[in-house]
């Protein structure tokens, strides 16, 4: 169990014994203390700062400061977070900032605590990532020259209040018939955004798909995609969590895939670069329609060498076609635990659309890693399909829009207007409007 103190001058000596590396001295401290190596007598910079030192049955395992940034009390800032080198990937770091963060919120009364990690430290940021800590974008990012480099610093924070992430899907729900959101709706929702509500969307579409049809909306946090398969900053295309496919699980899908006589989309990373590879001239009309929507897609990779149909690091599977032929194959995945295997007409059109993906790659678990991140207490959800009754399985609150399917509406807390009708944007200005006068 680790526990944590306040910091005694007799640590010195075991924590700067952590830092054997120049590099990571660096990521460390940025300088503040001195130039490496650093004494313990120089370490005692830290005294006129709140040091806390956190620990476990078997000694000291890890360091952090608190110091108030400005003259305001509600913000205090971690900095020097470091753990025992042998004690890392075990959660010692995670845990030991959340006791942090309970006396940051609950004994000293902060509204806010922050902190600032540089971009070369990916370990470090995905753990405070992990704590609930989100990145903010500053107009001038804070920058250190070390080692001949200049290292940026990303800046994060955390708040104290009962946050909740509003989450919708997109086709049916969101988009009207038009495969579009509504200029109200567009209008009301980054309204609402920039006022502080965390809004986002999950959907079976790429990234590239769902920006062209939400076109306009701002997305200020990560957007779910791909079914679950991906959570990426749609700003800037960085994906902060995937799920994948083993080759033992790839192999198979080609197999029974060649076996039915099924030719897919395939949805891949080759080379580094996101490829939707099909063969050409075997393409029937549910799939010409798919590319015709889709001209100009960097991501379209054509090929009629049947053996490049499955390369590089495929993540996704689609099939589109008639409901008799795909069935066979919605059989086989949907019983192997393996996969999520997924089976439905498409929205306003006669063809079906079989989708093979990894097992955790669904709209629930990614909502539920996206809270995580954001630190949110609550999920408030909207859908209209039967796939997404998993997503509203793990809300607090779920909502169908009037155009759902029945057995959505009998398992959603309630129903809204429909996707033509502005369902999702005016439920949420009605529902903040009542939060603002306490109604």
Not at 341 to 361: D, H, K, S
Not at 416 to 421: A, D, M, P, R, V
Request: net charge negative.
């Amino acid at each position: 169990m680790i526990r944590i103190r306040p910091y005694k001058v007799t640590d010195a000596d075991v924590i700067v014994s952590w830092c054997q590396e120049e590099k990571a001295f660096y990521q460390w401290t940025a300088g503040v203390l001195g130039n490496y190596p650093i004494t313990p007598k120089e370490f005692g910079f830290v005294e006129s700062l709140m040091p806390f030192t956190a620990f476990d049955d078997t000694g000291i395992v890890g360091f952090f400061t608190l110091r108030n940034p400005g003259d305001s009390l509600d913000e205090l800032r971690f900095g020097f977070v470091i753990v025992n080198p042998d004690k890392r990937g075990n959660g010692y770091g995670k845990a030991m900032l959340q006791l942090g963060l309970q006396f940051v919120f609950g004994l000293y009364g902060a509204k806010k605590a922050s902190l600032g990690v540089f971009e070369n430290n990916t370990a470090a940021y995905r753990c405070y990532q992990a704590v609930g800590f989100r990145e903010v974008i500053l107009d001038v990012a804070e920058t250190y020259h070390v080692l001949g480099e200049v290292w940026k610093c990303r800046e994060m924070v955390i708040e104290n209040r009962d946050k909740t992430l509003y989450v919708t899907d997109l086709d049916g729900t969101l988009l009207n018939k038009n495969d579009r959101i509504s200029p109200q709706s567009i209008r009301i929702i980054n309204d609402l955004a920039e006022q502080g509500m965390l809004f986002t969307y999950a959907t079976a579409r790429s990234l590239v798909s769902a920006l062209t049809v939400t076109e306009g909306l701002s997305t200020k946090i990560p957007v779910i995609v791909y079914n679950g398969a991906f959570i990426i900053q749609p700003s800037t295309g960085e994906i902060l969590s995937r799920e994948g496919f083993s080759r033992e699980e790839t192999d198979w899908v080609r197999t029974v895939l060649n076996r039915c006589q099924i030719s897919p989309l395939v949805y891949a990373f080759v080379d580094g670069v996101e490829k939707v590879t099909w063969m050409r001239n075997k393409e029937n009309d549910g799939i010409k329609r798919y590319l015709s929507m889709r001209k100009g897609d960097r991501r379209l990779n054509p090929i009629t060498d049947q053996d490049l149909l499955y390369q590089g690091d495929m993540f996704y599977f689609t099939c589109i076609g008639e409901e008799e032929e795909l069935k066979p194959i919605h059989d086989i995945f949907s019983k192997d635990s393996r996969y999520r295997c997924t089976i439905q007409q498409e929205l306003y059109r006669p063809e079906y659309w079989c989708e093979i993906m990894p097992a955790r790659a669904t709209k629930a678990y990614a909502i539920q890693k996206l809270q995580e991140m954001w630190g949110c207490k609550r999920v408030v959800s909207f859908g209209d399909a039967i796939n997404d009754l998993p997503m509203f399985g793990i809300s607090d609150e779920a909502y169908a829009v009037e155009n759902a399917v029945e057995a959505l509406k009998v398992a959603a807390t309630g129903i809204i207007g429909s996707n033509e009708k502005d369902g999702v944007a005016l439920w949420l200005q009605e529902r903040l409007r009542n939060r603002e006068t306490g109604d």
